[in-house]
C-alpha cells in the first residue's frame, strides 16, 4: 500500500482506535519499540526505558478494557529529553557527571503525562547539559538527522540541538498492519535559547516553547533559570495541543510557574478557520546577513499566502535583535556558572578517587566529569561574576534584556503575531558544523530563536517544505505571553495549507 493511502494519526485517532479495540497500547509499545531498535543508528536515544514501557502500556491496556481510559493521551508513546528527571530511571544530561544518576523523583512534566497514561519509552539524547545547538558534544555520541541521512557514512546532516534526540525520536514513525501510520512518538524537550525550535525546524516537525511560567521547571535540572522551558514536539500541531493541555498549569514546587490557572486549549479543524483582520508582523531585522536565499523566499511566499488569506501582514521593526545573541551569551554564561556549582563529587553525581583533601575531590571531579564546553561556560561566567566585572557585564546584559522585551511589548501595538524564519539555513552537514566553536555555532544557529526566550514569549516552528537538498525548512511564529490559543491556531492554519510531508524514507541511500 503507497504511503499517501495510509491513514496518518494523531493523538485523538489513536485514541479512537484503542477505544474501537482496533489497535491495543501493547501493540503500539511494541511497535515503537522496535522502531527504537530499528533506527538506532541515528542515536536519539540515551536510555530505552523497555520494561516499564511494557508495564504501563499493559496497566493502560487493561484501563481501556475497564472502560476506565484516564485521557486522549492514554497510552500514546512519550519519548522525555534527557535533562529530566525520571524516578528510577537514568537521568545523564548526555554528561559523565551525571552518567550514572537516577533520580528519586520524576520532573512535574514527566509526572504528569503518566498522570495522563501516558507510556515512557526512554530518554533521549542532548548537548552536555543542554548547551549546543546540534546534539553533537553528547558522551553517547551525536544524534543524526533523520532526513538525507546514509546508515553507512561518517557524515550526516545535523539533528539540531539541543533537543535533537527528541526531534529525532519525533521524525520516526511505525507503519503498522500496512494500513495506519503512526507518529511513533511524541516528546519533551527544553528550550533555553531555541532548543526545542532548531532541532523541531531542522528535522521536520512542530516544536513549541511555552510561555516562560505556563509549564513547571520543577525536575528540569537547569541550565539557565530565568529562561528554560519544557518544550513539546510532535509530527503536528494538533498533538502538540495534546501534550501542553496536559503538562501545562501551576505548580506549587516550582516559584516561577504562573499562578493563573490554564484553560485547555480546543482548536476547530483547519478548514473551519479563518485568519482574516489578523495582523502579523515581518520583524526586518531577522532577515540578516547569513540567512539562506531559499529560507527567505520561503518565508516572503509564506507571508503573502497569509495576506492572500485575509491576513493583514506588514513589515515591523525590533532595533535591539542585533544584540540579544551577546546579551544572551553573557545571561546564559553567568547563570550557567551559578548552577554548575553544586556537582560537586559529593551528593550526587561523579565522584573522583582523589581524596586528598576536599578541595582537590571538587577539582578532580569537575575537570574529568564535565566537557570543555561545560567548563568554559562556568569559567567565563565566574569571570563575568567577578566583583570588578559585575556591572560591565551581567549588569549591562539585563539592562539590554529589558530593551530587548521593550521591543517586544512595544511590536504587539502593531502585531498579534510574528512570523519569522526558525533557522537560517537547512540542516548543515556534521563536517561543516563542527568547523566552528560551541560558542559561535550556538550564536548563528540561535539568532532567531532566542529572543523568545530573552521575552518568556510563546513560540513554536513550523514545518513549511523541503529544499532543494531535500531537507526540511521551517518558519517561527511567536506571539505575546500566554496567546499560545491564537498562535498555534495560526499554525494549524498554515500546517493545513502547505502540507508537509508526514513522514520520512528510512531507506535513503
Known amino acids: 500500500m503507497g504511503m499517501d493511502k495510509v491513514l496518518h494519526t494523531n493523538i485523538k485517532i489513536v485514541n479512537k482506535l484503542f477505544l474501537d479495540g482496533a489497535l491495543t497500547p501493547s501493540d503500539l509499545i511494541g511497535a515503537s519499540l522496535k522502531k527504537v531498535i530499528e533506527t538506532k543508528q541515528f542515536n536519539a536515544f540515551i536510555t530505552v ?178 529562561m528554560d522551558v519544557p518544550g513539546i514536539l510532535a509530527r503536528n500541531v494538533d498533538d502538540v495541543v495534546s501534550i501542553l493541555n496536559a503538562v501545562a498549569g501551576h505548580d506549587k514546587q516550582d516559584s516561577t510557574c504562573l499562578t493563573k490557572p490554564f484553560k485547555k486549549i480546543r482548536l476547530p479543524p483547519a478548514n473551519k478557520m479563518g485568519i482574516k483582520g489578523l495582523k502579523i508582523g515581518i520583524p526586518i531585522e531577522y532577515n540578516c546577513e547569513y540567512l539562506s536565499d531559499e529560507v527567505l523566499d520561503m518565508w516572503d511566499e509564506i507571508a503573502q499566502t497569509l495576506q492572500n488569506e485575509g491576513a493583514i501582514v506588514k513589515e515591523v521593526s525590533m532595533p535591539h535583535t542585533q544584540y540579544s545573541i551577546v546579551c544572551y551569551s553573557v545571561l546564559n554564561q553567568c547563570e550557567v556558572a551559578s548552577n554548575m556549582a553544586r556537582y560537586d563529587g559529593i551528593e550526587y553525581g561523579y565522584r573522583a578517587d582523589d581524596d586528598h583533601s576536599t578541595e582537590k575531590l571538587y577539582a578532580v571531579s569537575r575537570r574529568t566529569a564535565f566537557n570543555d564546553i561545560v567548563k568554559n561556560r562556568i569559567l567565563t561566567g565566574n569571570y563575568f561574576l567577578l566583583g570588578r566585572n559585575y556591572e560591565k557585564y551581567f549588569n549591562q546584559a539585563l539592562k539590554v534584556r529589558r530593551l530587548i522585551m521593550n521591543d517586544f511589548d512595544n511590536v504587539w501595538e502593531d502585531a498579534q503575531l510574528l512570523l519569522t524564519p526558525t533557522t537560517l539555513t537547512e540542516a548543515p552537514l556534521y563536517s561543516d558544523f563542527i568547523q566552528k566553536t560551541n560558542r559561535d555555532q550556538c550564536a548563528f544557529q540561535d539568532f532567531c530563536t532566542q529572543p523568545a526566550n530573552m521575552a518568556g514569549i510563546p513560540a513554536v516552528s513550523v514545518p513549511i517544505k523541503l529544499s532543494k537538498n531535500g531537507l526540511p525548512l521551517s518558519l517561527q511564529i511567536m506571539g505575546r505571553n500566554l496567546s499560545e490559543p491564537m498562535l498555534l491556531a495560526l499554525a494549524k492554519y498554515i500546517e493545513h495549507l502547505v502540507q508537509f510531508p508526514q513522514y520520512v524514507n528510512f531507506k535513503q541511500k
Open 49 to 226: 526505558s523497555k520494561n516499564e514501557a511494557e508495564k504501563q502500556a499493559e496497566a493502560s491496556l487493561q484501563r481501556f478494557k475497564s472502560k476506565q481510559s484516564k485521557s486522549d493521551l492514554d497510552g500514546v508513546p512519550i519519548a522525555v529529553k534527557d535533562n529530566f528527571c525520571t524516578k528510577d530511571i537514568k537521568t545523564t544530561c548526555a554528561s559523565k557527571m551525571l552518567e550514572n544518576f537516577s533520580p528519586p523523583y520524576n520532573a512535574t512534566v514527566c509526572q504528569r503525562l503518566l498522570d495522563a497514561g501516558a507510556v515512557l519509552v526512554g530518554k533521549t539524547n542532548l548537548d552536555q547539559f543542554a548547551m549546543g545547538s546540534g546534539t553533537v558534544d553528547s558522551i553517547y555520541g551525536p544524534t543524526k538527522n533523520v532526513w538525507k541521512c546514509k546508515a553507512d557514512s561518517n557524515d550526516f546532516h545535523i539533528a539540531g540541538g539541543s533537543s535533537g534526540g527528541s526531534a529525532v525520536a519525533v521524525a520516526s514513525g511505525v507503519c503498522f498492519g500496512k494500513k495506519y501510520w503512526f507518529n511513533s512518538f511524541r516528546a519533551i524537550g527544553s528550550d533555553t535559547g531555541g532548543s526545542t525550535r532548531n532541532p523541531a525546524s531542522y528535522c521536520g516537525v512542530v516544536g513549541l516553547k511555552p510561555t516562560y511560567g505556563l509549564v513547571s521547571r520543577h525536575g528540569l535540572i537547569p541550565l539557565v533559570n530565568s
